[in-house]
């Protein structure tokens, strides 16, 4: 079965520290991929995505992500986090099914829980 | 433009009850998908509505149904309520449409669901 897999499951780190969280997901096919925030009391909101074209992409609050192909993977990153940046990430991945068809499912990842001390 | 509604944000039931929830999508956003939240399973996929017809279905038991209707709102409706219900549950929209590869979901602030 489809999976996306978050290696971090607790990530605590100091202000202007830098931030990698990993994603991974298995399906041979073509996908969609977001990484999606959630901050303490708020909804989810989305922080970058991919479709095609250039693999490393740029979202808000200047968080960027790589899809690197060959290793099914799109690992968040961020040069200097904030104490703002205190929030609950999840990778997810959307299917393309045959004939270019969007499944409309997102499959995510457990989440990486990241607490930045000031 | 206005985002994704959830109505009731908070609901208490007990076992056995039955409970409907309902989403408003975004101006002009034709599907919606609902998923589960909880501690121990994290974000589970339960159904995708197009244009009033289900398109793609989770692993969930036939007690979670769900309905579209003409304006693109959407009701879920979990029968028989069991504690393991209990959870987080948030609603997305997109634009949809047939061949829509490039989509992006949406979420709104999900309904809280305590069964006691």
């Known amino acids: 079965a489809q999976s996306v897999s978050q290696h971090n499951h607790h990530v605590i780190l100091s202000e202007a520290a830098s931030l990698e969280l990993g994603c991974n997901y298995s399906y041979g096919g073509t996908v969609n991929l977001f990484w999606y925030v959630q901050y303490p009391g708020q909804h989810l909101q989305l922080l970058l995505k991919?479709?095609?074209?250039?693999?490393l992409v740029k979202g808000i609050k200047g968080f960027e992500a790589e899809f690197i192909k060959s290793k099914f993977s799109f690992n968040l990153r961020k040069p200097s986090v904030q104490w703002s940046d205190t929030a609950e990430y999840f990778c997810a991945v959307n299917l393309i099914g045959r004939g270019s068809s969007n499944t409309g499912k997102l499959i995510f990842g457990q989440g990486t829980t990241l607490q930045v001390k000031p | 433009k206005a985002g994704v509604t959830q109505t009731p944000r908070y609901l208490i039931k007990t076992r056995g009850q039955q409970v409907t929830l309902s989403c408003s999508p975004i101006?002009?956003?034709?599907?919606v998908s609902w998923y589960q939240q909880t501690p121990g399973q994290g974000l589970q996929f339960l159904f995708e509505?197009?244009?009033?017809?289900?398109?793609n279905k989770g692993n969930f038991p036939g007690r979670f149904s769900g309905r579209q209707f003409s304006n693109s709102r959407s009701e879920m409706n979990v029968s028989t309520l069991e504690l393991g219900d209990s959870a987080l549950y948030l609603c997305?929209?997109?634009?949809?449409?047939?061949?829509?590869?490039?989509?992006?979901?949406?979420f709104g602030p999900g309904t809280r669901l305590t069964v006691l």
């Open positions: 997305a929209s997109s634009l949809g449409g047939s061949g829509t590869i490039t989509d992006t979901q949406y």
């Open positions: 991919y479709f095609s074209g250039d693999p």
């Open positions: 101006s002009g956003h034709r599907s």
């Open positions: 509505y197009f244009s009033e017809t289900q398109r």
